[in-house]
T-cell receptor, first 112, second 111 residues
């Protein structure tokens, strides 16, 4: 089966940089996605890595190492509005279908 | 372009009652998903569909059924609701499977 591990909580200062790690175990791995969810809201897609390396989208970057079954989300120039939960999600092949499994999420608190 | 919509937004059921949650998307996506989210548990996949007329079980399918008769709609049914099914239910759709667009969620309470 699939399993993902990410820290449950992270606190960082406004303007700083924070890294949220995700390790996974799965077979038939296709790629790793990241989602953001504010309290009371729906998850929104941030980024996707299918190949090793760094993908950058504005203040957010995501990294993947397939050989280490590891990825991270990097948030730069933190803003108060970045306080939210962040989920990594593995896309893999199971039972002949592609599907996505989410981690339990990392709650990020940005403090002044 | 409404994206992904869910009906209803809130519902309270008594144990043993049945209900259907409706998810609709207007992006012509092949993939659709139903998740439940409980505090500290993240998103758990209930059922999913990779195209019209197809469905597959996810991590926590027991007590739920689904149907995908039309490409734009994905229905989640609870035949006999139980308090353990109290949760927030999210529907999502995707073109290629990795970039999912989520609906606003349905908050269900079973008493």
């Amino acid at each position: 089966g699939q399993s993902l591990e990410q820290p449950s909580e992270v606190t960082a200062v406004e303007g700083a940089i924070v890294q949220i790690n995700c390790t996974y175990q799965t077979s038939g791995f296709y790629g790793l996605s990241w989602y953001q969810q504010h309290d009371g809201g729906a998850p929104t897609f941030l980024s996707y890595n299918a190949l090793d390396g760094l993908e950058e989208t504005g203040r957010f970057s995501s990294f993947l190492s397939r050989s280490d079954s590891y990825g991270y989300l990097l948030l730069q120039e933190l803003q108060m509005k970045d306080s939210a939960s962040y989920f990594c999600a593995v896309r893999d092949l199971a039972g002949g279908y592609q599907k996505v499994t989410f981690g339990t999420g990392t709650k990020l608190q940005v403090i002044p | 372009n409404a994206g992904v919509t869910q009906t209803p937004k809130f519902r309270v059921l008594k144990t043993g009652q049945s209900m259907t949650l409706l998810c609709a998307q207007d992006m012509n996506h092949e993939y659709m998903y139903w998740y439940r989210q409980d505090p500290g548990m993240g998103l758990r996949l209930i059922h999913y569909s990779v195209g019209e007329g197809t469905t597959a079980k996810g991590e926590v399918p027991d007590g739920y059924n689904v149907s995908r008769l039309k490409k734009q709609n994905f229905l989640l049914g609870l035949e006999s609701a139980a308090p353990s099914q109290t949760s927030v239910y999210f529907c999502a759709s995707s073109y290629k499977g990795y970039e999912q667009y989520f609906g606003p969620g349905t908050r269900l309470t079973v008493t």
